[in-house]
């Protein structure tokens, strides 16, 4: 898909479908897909729901061992049985919506135990002419003249909308020195020092003859934007861009354009960084044009029609989102890292590393108090009165023909046991309180 077949190429062999051969359902895909799109409970699910003789491939991990024999045998026989089917369907779709709770926590509460995302760039720089890096600042510096005559609102930003994008403009001086401030803060990754940057890559491209990037490559993933978004199904926003860098003795300057969106999260995210050179500090000044992607709810709810309040998200939106970002910047000027989330343990089921991420080991637990709660009830269903033992010194049983309606009966009448139980207490703790 990413190059092509080569022309004139040739197939050789029967095209025909192996005999038997049944491709797995579109519902059973989308839902695998996306219990595996995370990879804590990818690592954490693989070796429970696969059919595995522990006989010959035992189990490194007594829990892992006892998770596969409880699941396994229900979901067998996945082809032939509809209940089965959907079993499985629907444990994929709980998994999954469990990590992305899980997840959705995190990105509102907790984003230090989020993972950072290394990726690739995306696409080819290569493909990109010198006119289009060079023409990137003429395209963005009319944006900056628009804005600029635009009034300031109630929180003091500059903005408007264009073609139902947003651009803006947010200025700050810092009481850092010019000089010091550019020998700590690379404006080559102005980008990802931005607030809520999660992951990404950069490539540079060119360089001048003192050996500063001035063209680059960059695909930057940021958090759902505002984060409370993540409530409404919205989606990481990844972007990839061309950017061109301009340097004077005063001032330096990065310009970057929107050429690709793996997840089709933005149709916008341009702009620039100023850094320069004034009395009392320097000037950081950001300007930008961006248009996200918006959740199903949100394209329902259209904000058009509540004017008032779609500019006050907007604007406080912004405003905290730059003013967190000039944190960042005073942050690596300070030489602390600001970058959120953390990275993955490479070495993590490597020998000698025995130590997973703490989701695995939540996750586990979770599983593990409800697979062990449901085997409880299970042998306590099917225990039977002590046989007495044959002359051989066995003991003999009749077989159970409804061991799941035991399961169900002993379990709901010991839950009502417990509440009558329950209620004698509350009732008898009352009269005593009203004594």
Request: charged residues 25%; aromatic residues 12%.
């Amino acid at each position: 898909r990413t190059i092509g077949l080569p022309r004139g190429y040739r197939i050789t062999g029967d095209l025909q479908p192996y005999p038997g051969w049944k491709n797995p359902a579109p519902l059973l895909r989308e839902s695998t897909q996306l219990r595996n799109s995370n990879a804590a409970l990818y690592k954490l699910t693989r070796p429970w729901l696969q059919t595995v003789d522990v006989e010959l491939f035992p189990f490194k991990n007594v829990f892992d061992e006892q998770v596969n024999g409880f699941l396994t045998p229900m979901l067998k026989d996945i082809d032939d049985h509809p209940l089965v089917y959907w079993i499985t369907v629907g444990l994929n779709y709980s998994l999954s919506n469990l990590s992305r709770l899980q997840e959705s926590w995190q990105i509102l509460f907790d984003k230090d135990r989020l993972y950072r995302k290394e990726l690739d760039l995306g696409f080819d720089p290569n493909t990109f002419k010198a006119r289009e890096f060079t023409s990137i600042d003429d395209y963005i510096l009319p944006l900056r003249q628009i804005v600029q005559h635009s009034p300031s609102d109630h929180n003091g930003l500059q903005w408007r909308y264009l073609d139902g994008s947003v651009v803006f403009i947010f200025k700050r001086i810092l009481p850092i020195t010019y000089k010091e401030f550019v020998s700590k803060v690379d404006i080559a990754q102005a980008v990802q020092m931005m607030y809520d940057n999660i992951g990404g890559a950069r490539l540079p491209l060119r360089r001048d003859s003192k050996g500063r990037i001035i063209e680059q490559a960059e695909r930057d993933v940021y958090l759902p934007q505002p984060n409370w978004m993540v409530l409404f199904g919205g989606d990481y926003i990844d972007v990839g861009k061309i950017e061109r860098l301009r340097y004077t003795q005063n001032q330096q300057q990065i310009f970057w354009r929107t050429v690709t969106s793996a997840n089709q999260s933005a149709t916008y995210d341009d702009g620039m960084v100023t850094f320069k050179r004034v009395a009392g500090g320097t000037l950081v000044e950001i300007v930008a044009r961006q248009e996200f992607a918006l959740p199903t709810f949100w394209k329902v709810v259209n904000m058009d029609y509540f004017p008032e309040m779609k500019d006050t998200l907007v604007s406080d939106a912004y405003v905290r989102f730059f003013t967190r970002t000039m944190a960042n910047f005073e942050a690596v000027c300070e030489g602390r890292d600001p970058r959120l989330g953390q990275r993955w343990n490479q070495e993590y089921g490597q020998e000698g590393d025995l130590k997973p991420p703490i989701e695995i080991e939540q996750l586990k637990n979770i599983f593990g108090l409800v697979s062990g709660f449901v085997k409880k009830w299970s042998n306590k269903s099917d225990a039977t009165p002590q046989q007495p033992t044959d002359e051989s010194g066995y003991r003999h049983f009749k077989p159970s023909h409804t061991p799941k309606r035991n399961v169900v009966r002993s379990f709901f009448g010991d839950l009502s046991d417990a509440i009558q139980k329950d209620m004698r207490l509350l009732r008898s703790g009352t009269q005593n309180d009203k004594t």
